[in-house]
């Protein structure tokens, strides 16, 4: 029994816009994200990367709507249609349960004095009203789905007696048996080792093609987004500053904060050069500088970009945040 | 499961032999002669004197007396009160009964008002929050025996509300173990929520139970499923603990009250060198303390299989 | 928790202030400070002779010459109480003393020495943790007859398994630390590790853990006296005049139990304030 709706495939099914988001801290509300938009459409993957503390899990966790105590949200937040900072009550349990969040590190996130069985089926008997039985058949082939071996007997277990990756594989099978509209990847491969890492995002985007969903993966790994990922989006200081497609991040990116993030990678196919290094420190959206937030820290900074704010705009097949991005790129790809 | 059970058993059973020799022993290393212990220094003919040693086997060595009595007690069997010639195990009986409802009644306030209190407080924030705080800071500093004389000054002999002396028959007893269980009560009621509101807090911030809010399961569910049942260990720890203890306590409150319990008994006879039932009282508090530790450690493994796994390994 | 949380969390404690209750704890040691002073300078402080009795006037309420009022001798309540803090605090301090270097010793013992010394101490104090400890003064004090000399070993007995337990931790965790390996690694010798480095460390929890126990010696003390056993009447001590105000209770003259009761409530409040304090400012 399906409990999503008709998807069409040509509106996206997340949209954000102008998204800004505040907690208070005592007396005052601290920014955590500043204006934010994006969209994502049906059977698409889009890659959200930054430092710690752009904002990326925070623009997750707007979407659904998880925030912490004392946020508030303006802007848009629009998924399948539904405006959800308007949701409360039955009807945002409902958004949420369409909705399913892979988090990063999978012990934590499993109670642990529950079998595993248990942690799966939660959801199906309690809220849709699956009889337990049915619900740990389901369970069983979504554990085979995902490529874990003698699921019976995972059922059984506890979350303790279980490695990090095939944690990881329980958390995905969950999440899919909810037969969710979109996935939201909170980092979830960063606590597992590199051989397991690969494993878990080929199920994710395997799973991801065979039943059409909406893939935001959060990551602080630019390589990792663009191999997985249709489009990536690089957030800077609580602000979407580019998004483009993947292929055409490396050699094609227009903000100089993106530059500066593929420079600083050393990849196998270019012969050596020096890996570029950005001067400063990532900056807290609470404690950005007038202007453009990364124009302390920019190489192509004139005087303007501490004056003017810049905007999000359509530029090369993407979007891009600068107020200088006529000037630096010429046509033909810039310097190896 | 099964082996971590079974050594838990044993080390209870290990607690309970080393217990009783203590008890016994206690008593027979006094200074001076035991005949003179026994009889409280009163003179009796030689030949009484020499039937009591007869009966107390003070001609065997100590270790046998010890296995004897021992022995004794598996059947129920304590030996004779000195000073009322009679059975223990009678004279106790009655006591027992007193005092098992007492402690009873104070167990089951204290568990259920302790947790009630300590979940609304590790809900709710604000200003529920602070009042049970305070509340409770209070109360966890008072000790039974003064609970008691405040309850009796205020709602026995000023308020009239309340009996203020004895168990009443078993029509009344209900009200008149009233005033005496929320004294006995009291302090450890605050512990208990203490307890419960800091595990609740922590359990609540727990990612596990972010995961259950972004699946979109009911508020209720979650605190009960995730919360409350992670929580479970460390509250049951200290509800264990808290009603072990209350054994020992209840002899203060039943001076109190006056009333007719084995605390009482036992501070009578140790008044007066009743050897015997003090023996036999103590024996009963110490096997009480040890069967409540033994039960809350043998439901933790039910509550936490990680313990289980844990334990087993050790 | 959630990185989010954390960096919320955070931001939040660099914001609050630091001395949250600091009255409290200048009330607490006020109150610790006048106990002493009463201890040990109460025969010397008391308007009247605690023991001088004055029938006529038995239960009379509080007046200028008497402020808290007469007992059911007529004797002063208020110089009973000031001297009466001399025996109510000594049995617990001997107890916490006693406890506290055979505990300490013990548990550096048992932490330095590992292997089947620690095991054994571990199981040991497992299974004499199952006594209460009143179980025991009430053994003690059939043994050795009434007065405060049953009662102090027994608790004294009794509390040392308690503190061996804490202390042990405690120690566990300070030993592992790389100062005290680089003091082996120079071939210093166990002892001298212990005395010289290891306790100091752990002195603020010795301490911190003195106090509280402290606390409950002082209400289990009054607790035996109450039941009779302990020191006896008339000799002037809170834990007995709550005992003998009993009467006095329930006749409607509740001064003398709610006064002497109040104390102990009030010193044992302090006492676990103080040591609260003690160990959170030194939570690793």
Not at chain 2, 33 to 54: C, F, K, M, S, V
Not at chain 2, 77 to 100: P, Q, Y
Not at chain 3, 91 to 112: D, E, K, N, Q, R
Not at chain 3, 266 to 281: P, Y
């Amino acid at each position: 029994m399906s409990r999503s709706s008709v998807r069409p495939s040509d509106s996206p099914v997340i949209q954000l816009e102008n998204v800004a988001a505040d907690v208070r801290v005592g007396e005052q509300w601290r920014p955590v994200l500043r204006e934010v938009s994006l969209t994502v459409g049906a059977g698409e993957a889009l890659g959200i990367v930054g430092e710690s503390g752009s904002g990326k899990s925070m623009t997750a966790r707007t979407i659904a709507r998880l925030l912490p105590p004392a946020t508030r949200v303006t802007g848009t937040v629009r998924v399948a249609g539904q405006d959800v900072n308007s949701l409360s009550g039955k009807s945002l349990r409902r958004h949420r349960s369409l909705m399913g969040v892979i988090f990063q590190d999978p012990k934590a996130h499993i109670n642990p004095v529950r079998t595993i069985g248990d942690f799966m089926t939660e959801t199906l008997v309690l809220v849709d009203g699956v009889r337990r039985a049915e619900a740990l058949e389901r369970a069983a082939h979504a554990l085979g789905d995902v490529g874990v071996t003698s699921p019976e007997r995972r059922l059984a277990q506890y979350p303790h007696e279980l490695s990090g990756g095939l944690l990881q594989r329980v958390m995905i099978a969950t999440v899919l048996l909810g037969d969710p509209q979109v996935i939201l990847a909170d980092e979830p491969t960063t606590a597992l080792d590199v051989t397991t890492q690969s494993e878990v995002i080929a199920i994710l985007d395997e799973m991801r093609r065979e039943r059409n969903l909406a893939l935001v993966f959060i990551t602080h790994d630019l390589e990792l987004a663009s191999a997985v990922c249709d489009r990536t989006a690089v957030m800077y200081a609580g602000q979407v500053v580019e998004t483009r497609a993947s292929g055409a991040i490396h050699e094609h990116a227009r903000h100089p904060y993106t530059r500066a993030l593929v420079g600083a990678r050393p990849t196998l196919d270019l012969r050596q050069r020096r890996l570029t290094v950005i001067p400063g420190r990532p900056v807290a959206p609470a404690e950005a500088p007038p202007g453009c937030s990364f124009h302390p820290r920019c190489q192509y900074a004139k005087e303007a970009c501490a004056a003017i704010e810049p905007v999000l705009e359509p530029f090369d097949n993407g979007t891009v945040r600068c107020i200088r991005k006529h000037e630096i790129w010429e046509p033909e790809p810039t310097n190896r | 499961m099964p082996k971590y059970l079974f050594q838990r058993i044993l080390l209870a059973v290990a607690a309970l032999l080393i217990s009783s020799f203590v008890v016994y022993s206690a008593l027979y290393l006094m200074p001076g002669d035991p005949i003179a212990n026994l009889t409280g220094g009163r003179h009796l003919p030689p030949e009484a004197l020499d039937a009591l040693r007869q009966r107390y086997h003070f001609g065997d060595p100590f270790l046998l007396r010890y296995v004897e009595w021992l022995g004794g007690v598996l059947h129920f069997d304590f030996g004779r009160s000195v000073i009322f010639n009679e059975d223990v195990s009678s004279i106790v009986a009655d006591k027992l009964a007193v005092t098992l409802q007492l402690v009873g009644y104070a167990a089951v306030i204290l568990t259920l008002l302790g947790l009630a209190l300590g979940l609304i407080a590790g809900l709710k924030k604000g200003v529920t929050d602070s009042i049970i705080v305070a509340v409770t800071s209070f109360l966890a500093a008072v000790p039974p025996y003064m609970a008691a004389i405040v309850a009796l000054s205020v709602f026995a002999v000023s308020l009239g509300w309340f009996p203020a002396i004895g168990a009443g028959d078993s029509g009344t007893r209900l009200l008149h173990l009233t005033l005496p269980a929320f004294a006995l009560a009291a302090s450890s009621l605050a512990i208990v929520a203490r307890v419960t509101r800091v595990s609740i807090r922590a359990e609540s911030n727990r990612e596990h139970v972010q995961t259950a809010v972004s699946r979109g399961l009911p508020r209720r569910q979650i605190i009960v499923r995730h919360v409350l049942r992670n929580a479970s260990v460390p509250i049951v720890t200290v509800v264990g603990v808290t009603v072990a203890s209350l054994f020992a306590v209840s002899a203060v409150v039943e001076q109190a009250f006056s009333l007719d319990g084995l605390g009482a008994m036992l501070v009578q006879a140790a008044l007066s060198r009743d050897i015997a039932v003090v023996q036999a009282i103590a024996l009963l508090y110490v096997f009480a303390f040890i069967l409540v530790n033994t039960l809350v450690d043998v439901l933790y493994a039910f509550l936490d299989p990680r313990l289980r796994a844990k334990k087993e390994l050790a | 928790m959630t990185t989010m949380s954390i960096t919320v969390q955070s931001v939040r404690n660099r914001i609050r202030p630091h001395n949250r209750g600091s009255i409290l704890t200048w009330v607490s040691i006020g109150t610790l400070a006048v106990a002493v002073l009463l201890a040990l300078f109460g025969p010397l402080l008391a308007p009247h002779d605690p023991n001088q009795t004055d029938i006529i006037h038995a239960y009379f309420a509080p007046t200028a010459d008497h402020w808290l009022g007469q007992d059911s001798q007529g004797r002063d309540v208020l110089s009973r109480l000031i001297v009466g803090a001399r025996s109510s605090m000594t049995g617990p301090f001997v107890v916490v003393f006693v406890a506290m270097i055979v505990g300490t010793v013990v548990a550096l013992s048992a932490a330095w020495l590992n292997g089947w010394v620690d095991s054994g101490v571990s199981t040991l104090t497992d299974i004499m943790l199952g006594f209460p400890a009143i179980v025991l003064a009430v053994l003690a004090s059939s043994v050795f007859g009434p007065g405060l000399i049953g009662p102090t070993i027994a608790l004294g007995l009794a509390y040392i398994p308690t503190t061996i337990r804490v202390l042990r931790s405690f120690i566990i965790r300070e030993r592992a630390k790389d100062y005290i390996l680089a003091y082996e690694v120079q071939g210093l010798s166990g002892l001298l590790i212990c005395a010289r480095h290891l306790f100091p460390n752990i002195l603020p929890m010795v301490i911190a853990q003195a106090t509280l126990l402290f606390g409950y010696a002082m209400v289990d003390f009054a607790a035996i006296s109450f039941l009779g056993l302990g020191v006896q009447p008339p000799t002037p001590d809170w834990g007995v005049m709550v005992a003998t105000g009993q009467r006095g209770v329930l006749l409607g003259y509740p001064m003398e139990s709610l006064a002497a009761g109040a104390c102990i409530v009030a010193v044992v409040l302090a006492v676990n304030f103080v040591g609260q304090r003690i160990s959170d400012r030194n939570e690793p």
